[in-house]
């Protein structure tokens, strides 16, 4: 098994830019979620997913959308890049309640 | 805000001692994770403490949840160099797995 894969593994984007980060996890997992991790702040969750077609907001959504069409995959799109976007982003993945997260290698970005 | 607090945020220690570290969260927890985080890499599950009172042991690493599982502590013995990394609480609050992290700690080691 992968686990979790993140593509890309760097990115640089210009301000007002749109992309989107790829999360995949082979391990038929229902829940997923995406994290930004920026120094001194730990992770914090941006969207998560209790299974597929279903989404909610964590604590920091603003300027990120997702979508869960399949149970393996959870992109994450950034509408319009700031600089506050900077960051480095995690997806995870846990098989259910009260269970460990699998987190994939991460995402840096940089918007210029 | 945060509402998972921890300390200390750096951790200098000299190979050999022990330390720990502290985490705490203003609301009640249904349970307690800890994850470690080497430099440049991902955070990786160490353990999960449900229990009030709980305390468990991963050879040189001792894990414990408070009786009124609002905090956590993680004590290591003997630091080596390979405990070199950032260890994260997050505290789970409701059922579904919504972690809310503490800050970290990050711990260096002078040989």
């Known amino acids: 098994n992968a686990g979790v894969t993140q593509t890309p593994k760097f990115q640089v984007l210009k301000t007002g830019q749109s992309m989107t980060l790829q999360c995949a996890q082979d391990?038929?997992?229902?829940?997923m979620s995406w994290y930004r991790q920026d120094p001194g702040m730990g992770l914090r969750l941006i969207h998560y997913?209790?299974?597929?077609?279903?989404?909610d907001q964590g604590e920091v959504p603003n300027g990120y959308n997702v979508s869960r069409s399949t149970t393996e995959d959870f992109p994450l799109r950034l509408l319009s890049a700031a600089p506050s976007q900077t960051s480095v982003y995690f997806c995870?993945?846990?098989?259910?309640?009260?269970?460990?997260?699998?987190f994939g290698p991460g995402t840096r970005l940089t918007v210029t | 805000g945060q509402q998972v607090m921890q300390i200390p945020q750096y951790q200098h220690v000299q190979e050999g001692e022990d330390f720990t570290t502290y985490c705490n969260s203003s609301?009640?927890?249904?349970?307690i994770q800890w994850y470690k985080q080497r430099p440049g890499g991902h955070p990786v599950f160490l353990i999960q403490?449900?229990?009030?009172?709980e305390v468990k042991k991963q050879k040189r690493l001792t894990f414990q949840f408070g009786e009124a599982k609002k905090n956590s502590s993680l004590h290591i013995t003997a630091t080596q160099t390979t405990d070199v990394g950032t260890y994260f609480c997050?505290?789970?609050?409701?059922?579904?797995?919504?972690?809310?992290f503490g800050a970290g700690t990050q711990v260096v080691v002078t040989p």
């Open positions: 997050a505290g789970e609050k409701d059922s579904w797995g919504k972690l809310q």
């Open positions: 609301t009640t927890l249904s349970n």
């Open positions: 403490l449900v229990k009030s009172g």
């Open positions: 997913s209790v299974g597929a077609g279903i989404t």
């Open positions: 391990m038929n997992h229902e829940y």
């Open positions: 995870a993945s846990s098989s259910g309640t009260l269970g460990e997260q699998y």
